[in-house]
C-alpha cells in the first residue's frame, strides 16, 4: 500500500460522480462525493464506523437521530460517531453538493465508482 498524495480540495470541486473512493487502507478510507440538487443520501447508520465529513461547495443539511438538524457550507467539518443515524441531503435545489468524507475503517470496496445515487443502491443491495 503507498500513501496518497493529492489536490483534495481540487479532485473535490471537480468530481460528479455520486460516490468515488479515492483511498482505502486498513484502517480508513478516503471518499469524494456530488449530490445533485435536492438529492440526499439517504438516511443511514455505520456500526463501528466514525465519518468525517467536509465540505467543498454548497450548502448541506444534516439530519441526526430522530431530527437534529444542522446546516453547514463550504468550509465546515462534520464528525458522524458510530452507531449515530444520519443523513446528509443537498439543501440547494439548483446547485451540487461536493464534499469528502473519511470512513474509519473503510466502508466500500477499493475503487468503487458510482456515477449516481441509483447505481450506489443497485450496489448496496447485491
Given at each position: 500500500?503507498k500513501?496518497?498524495?493529492?489536490?483534495?480540495?481540487?479532485?473535490?470541486?471537480?468530481?460528479?460522480?455520486?460516490?468515488e473512493?479515492?483511498f482505502?487502507?486498513?484502517?480508513?478510507?478516503?471518499?469524494?462525493?456530488?449530490?445533485?440538487?435536492?438529492?440526499?443520501?439517504?438516511?443511514?447508520?455505520?456500526?463501528?464506523i466514525d465519518?468525517?465529513?467536509?465540505?467543498?461547495e454548497?450548502?448541506?443539511?444534516?439530519v441526526?437521530?430522530?431530527g437534529e438538524?444542522?446546516v453547514v457550507?463550504?468550509?465546515?467539518?462534520?464528525?458522524?460517531?458510530?452507531?449515530?443515524?444520519?443523513?446528509?441531503?443537498?439543501?440547494?435545489?439548483?446547485?451540487?453538493?461536493?464534499l469528502?468524507?473519511?470512513?474509519s475503517p473503510?466502508?466500500?470496496?477499493a475503487g468503487?465508482?458510482?456515477?449516481?445515487k441509483?447505481?450506489a443502491?443497485?450496489?448496496?443491495?447485491?
Open positions: 500500500m500513501p496518497y498524495v493529492a489536490s483534495l480540495e481540487k479532485i473535490s470541486l471537480k468530481n460528479d460522480n455520486f460516490r473512493v479515492l482505502t487502507g486498513d484502517h480508513a478510507q478516503l471518499v469524494t462525493m456530488c449530490l445533485q440538487p435536492g438529492e440526499e443520501i439517504g438516511r443511514e447508520i455505520h456500526t463501528g465519518q468525517f465529513f467536509r465540505i467543498e454548497g450548502e448541506a443539511k444534516f441526526f437521530g430522530s438538524t444542522h457550507h463550504a468550509g465546515d467539518a462534520v464528525v458522524v460517531p458510530s452507531g449515530t443515524f444520519h443523513n446528509v441531503l443537498n439543501a440547494s435545489k439548483v446547485n451540487p453538493l461536493r469528502y468524507t473519511l470512513y473503510p466502508q466500500h470496496p468503487t465508482v458510482q456515477r449516481t441509483e447505481e443502491m443497485v450496489a448496496e443491495h447485491d
